[in-house]
């Protein structure tokens, strides 16, 4: 199955318009990185997206200097998003993004 790592906003934004049901009923897996699901979703809604199949996934070490990396280079992006692009591109899953910062790296 189709591995999706997802930024906050994304998730955020598929909530404000009611699907998160229908987003997790497709033939896809989500993931975000744990420091994201820590700082960001944990005490917001996050143990209901664990429920629904969202994956936490915590980076190795090499994950983890590849997002310093990326921070480094862009210090617009925050650490979550950093972890996120990390998270999707050492496993070589697809990101879903809704933020301009983290827009401008990937691109």
């Not at 897996?29 to 969202?54: I, M, N, T």
């Not at 993004?97 to 990937?106: A, D, G, P």
Request: with cysteine; net charge neutral.
């Amino acid at each position: 199955m189709r591995i999706l790592v997802s930024d906050t906003s994304v998730l955020i934004d598929l909530e404000r318009g009611n699907f998160l049901q229908a987003v997790f009923g497709l033939p896809f897996e989500f993931a975000v990185p744990d420091l994201l699901y820590e700082r960001e979703l944990r005490h917001h809604g996050g143990p209901q997206l664990v429920k629904l199949g969202l994956r936490v996934e915590e980076l190795d070490a090499d994950g983890v200097a590849l997002a310093l990396t990326y921070r480094r280079r862009r210090r617009a992006l925050s650490p979550p998003d950093s972890f996120a692009l990390a998270l999707a591109s050492s496993e070589s899953w697809t990101l879903l993004i809704s933020t301009q910062k983290l827009f401008c790296v990937v691109k």
